[in-house]
């Protein structure tokens, strides 16, 4: 089991930046991918990026595209997320997930943290 601690979150002015961190612990060697999810209040959780671990290769939700990177360290196993130009509608909780390898779901889930951007 991997464990997995999001920090980062915060409130912030639309057009401002945030930067989200996720340290992943326990088996994070046998992770395959990180994500980031987010949870708006009456909504969904929504995908917003994922990174597959080893080689690098990011994939993002058509509404963050050219705004959030998705990024990571694997000397620290820690995933990244850098918000820029952030809007009133990314206002949610956001969860960094893993997805171990041999699996087709993100198993693993962190607490969340809240980023709330006011206008």
């Known amino acids: 089991q991997v464990q997995l601690v999001e920090s980062g979150g915060g409130l912030v002015q639309a057009g401002g930046s945030l930067r989200l961190s996720c340290a992943a612990s326990?088996?994070?060697?046998?992770?395959?991918?990180m994500g980031w999810f987010r949870q708006a209040p009456g909504k969904e959780r929504e995908f917003v990026a994922s990174?597959?671990?080893?080689?690098?290769?990011?994939y993002y939700a058509d509404s963050v595209k050219g705004r959030f990177t998705i990024s990571r360290d694997n000397a620290k196993n820690t995933a990244f997320l850098q918000m820029n130009s952030l809007k009133p509608e990314d206002t949610a909780v956001y969860y960094c997930a893993g997805r171990d390898a041999g699996t087709t779901n993100f198993g693993s889930w962190g607490q969340g943290t809240q980023v709330t951007v006011s206008s």
């Open positions: 326990g088996r994070a060697f046998s992770m395959l991918a």
């Open positions: 990174i597959i671990w080893s080689v690098g290769s990011t």
